[in-house]
């Protein structure tokens, strides 16, 4: 059995493992590669494998840099099974087509105004390819098995962080493989905690805070402080925003602080179709978040969904304080860039980071403290406050990610460190490795490592294994229920 590192190994994007064994080729996640140009560049390498060989996808959750590359990966030739969570499916079916439109609109953009070396700028992918990779979703529940061969089974184990999200246990060869996606965190003010695992003879774990701890500030005090300085200053307030989770995040603690008098009656603007879509999916699937109907409608009713392009312009010609949440998270594209291009030199106004800024994106630059900023072609003037806050953060940090390995009773045979910034990778498996003695690595960007598997074991039912390694449903409901009866 053979695992190679496609994707989120050296860097935090373009989650991609394969899985050789069972005589399978299995390919967890197909994302893209955000960040630095050298990163985005990656997205149009041809793939280091015949497409035509894999057998099934299996998503971990929404996010682009984990599901982003499938219209890519159907057009060359893939047309298997995409394993996935109900909500992730209905996730994708808005990120995927937003993000076809997104790169049809900037490649049509950089066309008109000759902001591109390649005559003529092309998408990486179209809306009619993401419409085909959307057709080859196959939703499966959370907890219940798949077999994909006699030798081959998985799960998918909820993983907080946002609508759907999950980690992949298979049992393969006798042996089970535990890929932990992106780990929620387990006080998260709308997301359940991720359900921990029992055992793993091999464990991917994600390590986007693996060097952090993430700041104990109340959020919702933290955005009321810098409303309020912001406002005194007659100033705007935009926060580049990720459409899911962290958008749903915000209109969250605004709907309380207005609810509460904690925050003065300006305007708030959700400038971001994809996010308005989203929050709508938070009233299908209940059984994942913490919100009661009441405060799930509240999130809906908290800011102004901006639909249209014009509707998007008419909010820079107002006058006086307000709130803009739009895309991209990291300012890497979407209508973000023309609030930033408008409020970014006036010191007056505030630029409130809400979420990971991965290298090379304008978020980070922001964070840094870069005096100008590239939109456009053009250079723009930063002269308003920038403010990151940790506190909002999706991603558990490393002291919760080791509270969430702590249930594994008997070390993993080798656990992979992944998805994570080098730094941050490498501190996180110095935490394992002082905190529990596992034999811990951070792998490198398309190496292949060899998992001795025990295929010969015929006793072993590898449904009964991933059974046995994952929390069970009853768990899982119990949790809810008591979720549910303590408000």
């Not at 991609?16 to 893209?32: H, K, P, Q, S």
Request: aromatic fraction near 6%; include cysteine; hydrophobic fraction near 40%.
């Amino acid at each position: 059995m053979k695992l190679t590192f496609l994707g989120a190994a050296e860097t935090v994007t373009g989650s991609r493992y394969l899985l050789d064994g069972a005589g399978l080729r299995i390919l967890i996640d197909c994302g893209l590669f955000q960040g630095t140009k050298n990163q985005r560049l990656r997205n149009w390498n041809p793939l280091p494998i015949d497409v035509g060989t894999l057998d099934a996808v299996i998503l971990t959750h929404a996010h682009l840099d984990h599901s982003g590359y499938l219209p890519v990966l159907v057009r060359m030739g893939y047309r298997g099974p995409v394993y996935c969570t109900r909500g992730t499916r209905d996730l994708c079916q808005v990120m995927l087509r937003d993000s076809a439109r997104l790169q049809e609109e900037e490649a049509a953009y950089a066309n008109r105004h000759g902001l591109s070396k390649h005559h003529p700028a092309l998408p990486l992918y179209t809306l009619e390819d993401a419409e085909k990779a959307l057709e080859l979703l196959e939703p499966r529940d959370f907890d219940v098995p798949k077999q994909l061969n006699d030798h081959a089974c998985f799960r998918l184990l909820p993983a907080g962080h946002i609508l759907g999200a999950a980690g992949v246990v298979l049992c393969v060869e006798g042996k089970v493989i535990a890929f932990s996606g992106d780990l929620g965190r387990p006080d998260d003010p709308i997301m359940r905690a991720p359900m921990p695992l029992a055992h793993a003879d091999y464990l991917i774990v994600e390590s986007t805070y693996g060097d952090r701890l993430h700041d104990k500030t109340d959020p919702a005090a933290e955005l009321a402080e810098l409303f309020a300085t912001t406002f005194r200053r007659g100033g705007v307030v935009v926060i580049p925003c990720f459409a899911v989770g962290r958008a749903q995040s915000i209109l969250h603690y605004i709907a309380q602080l207005k609810a509460t008098g904690r925050m003065a009656n300006v305007p708030v603007f959700l400038d971001s179709p994809m996010a308005t879509s989203v929050t709508q999916l938070y009233r299908h699937h209940v059984s994942e978040h913490r919100l009661s109907s009441t405060e799930a409608n509240a999130i809906s009713n908290a800011a102004q969904m901006v639909h249209t392009v014009d509707e998007s312009k008419a909010i820079l010609s107002l006058n006086g304080p307000r709130v803009i949440i739009a895309g991209s998270g990291m300012a890497t594209g979407g209508r973000v860039l023309h609030h930033l291009k408008a409020f970014a030199p006036d010191p007056r106004n505030t630029i409130a980071l809400v979420g990971y800024q991965a290298a090379g994106t304008r978020g980070a630059a922001l964070a840094a403290g870069a005096p100008t900023i590239k939109i456009h072609g053009d250079y723009v003037r930063v002269r308003a406050s920038v403010v990151s806050l940790s506190s909002l953060s999706a991603h558990a940090d490393y002291a919760e990610i080791l509270s969430w390995l702590r249930s594994i009773p008997q070390p993993p045979q080798r656990t992979f460190v992944t998805h994570g910034e080098p730094a941050a990778a490498d501190a996180m498996r110095r935490h394992i490795e002082e905190t529990y003695h596992w034999r811990c690595e951070v792998p490198l960007y398309l190496e292949t490592v060899e998992l001795p598997g025990s295929v010969g074991n015929v006793g072993v039912d590898p449904c009964v294994a991933v059974a046995n390694a994952t929390t069970s449903r009853s768990v899982l409901a119990r949790v809810v229920a008591s979720d549910r009866a303590t408000g």
